[in-house]
């Protein structure tokens, strides 16, 4: 447990969110809204941050694959003091730092993600460097379910099984679409559980929204089989949190209108009560 002095309420991390995406005129919301609790349950108890400094060379690694998903990043790195106020008043405007995907110039963020499939490598690298030099860092990579389609995933996958990576886990974001349609009918992978599993990894699937199973889950494959990279399958609703937004594919390229804005406030709110 690292982080427990702070609370990374899922509906405030969604409310920062669409604070980004309206002051931005951004899209990529249910994307980010998908991974969530997923982040939240990493940087309050599993992820370490020696000092609380993103760039300590101690620190485990978030790789965020999935890179159009950041704005749920950069949530939670306000909660931990990481980024200043200005730089969600003025997210996507003239000048601002922050990007619409992940970009490693800012610190706390591992890689720069918008080409898909190449952070699930740079993950493994992470890993393997971890293990020569006897750390225990631990190394996460989520990727999206749409984003596995991608062959550097799989090869990568070899590399973490046969160099029996047990300090790497991959947490797939199966939200079940991606930029244009249902995962299963661009290209059906079948049960990414078992996948997985077929390339030498300890999988679990586990509901995505429930923060208590999501913690269970990764306490779980971090203890157990000792010689294998792990695999946690998070069932997960795009757009999770706004009714008008969930399993609502239009919303992965929506902007945000004052209206919009106005109604998934409102949702937030009481689904907080």
Same mark, same amino acid.
């Given at each position: ?8 309420h899922?509906?405030d991390?969604r409310?920062?969110?669409?604070d980004?995406a309206?002051?931005?005129s ?7 809204f ?14 370490r941050?020696?000092?609380n =400094?993103p760039?300590?060379? %101690?620190?485990? &690694? ?7 998903g950041?704005?749920?990043q950069?949530?939670?790195m ?12 003025? &997210?996507?405007?003239?000048g601002?730092?922050?990007k619409?995907?992940?970009d490693?110039?800012i ?7 918008g080409s ?9 690298? %992470?890993?393997l460097?971890? =293990? %020569?030099?006897?750390?225990?860092q631990?190394?996460?990579?989520l ?6 389609n991608?062959?550097?995933?799989w090869e990568?996958? %070899? ?14 974001d199966?939200n @079940?679409?991606?930029?244009?349609g249902l ?6 992978l079948g ?7 077929s390339? @030498?990894?300890?999988a ?15 306490q779980t494959?971090?203890?157990r ?6 695999a ?13 937004m969930?399993n609502n ?6 902007r945000l209108?004052?209206?919009?804005f ?7 709110n009481?689904?907080?009560?």
């Open positions: 447990m690292t982080n427990l002095s702070k609370s990374f899922a509906p991390l409310k920062t969110v669409l980004m309206y002051a931005g951004a899209v990529h919301i249910a994307c980010a998908s991974i969530i609790e997923i982040l939240a349950v990493l940087y309050r108890s599993h992820l941050y020696p000092d =400094k760039n300590s060379a %101690l620190r485990d &690694y978030l790789v965020l694959s999935k890179g159009h950041v704005m749920a950069y949530a939670c306000r909660e931990l003091g990481w980024l200043s106020e200005d730089a969600f008043t003025q &997210y996507f405007s003239d601002s730092d922050l619409g995907l992940s490693s110039r610190p706390g963020l591992e890689v720069t993600s898909l499939g190449h952070g699930f490598s740079v993950g493994v690298g %992470l890993a460097a971890a =293990k %020569l030099k006897k750390t225990d631990k190394v996460f990579v990727v999206g379910d749409g984003e596995i991608e062959g550097p995933i990568g996958a %070899l590399f973490a099984a046969h160099h029996q990576l047990n300090n790497f886990m991959v947490i797939v199966e @079940g679409f991606q930029a244009m995962t299963d009918e661009i290209l059906n049960s990414i559980k078992e996948k997985f599993a390339f @030498g990894f300890d679990i699937s586990v509901d995505g929204h429930d923060e208590a199973a999501l913690d269970i889950a990764i494959l971090m203890q089989n000792p010689h294998q990279p792990k946690l399958i998070a069932k997960t609703i795009k757009g999770k949190g706004v009714p008008f969930e594919n239009a919303w992965h390229y929506t209108n004052d209206s919009s106005e109604d998934a406030i409102a949702a937030l009481k689904d907080a009560k």
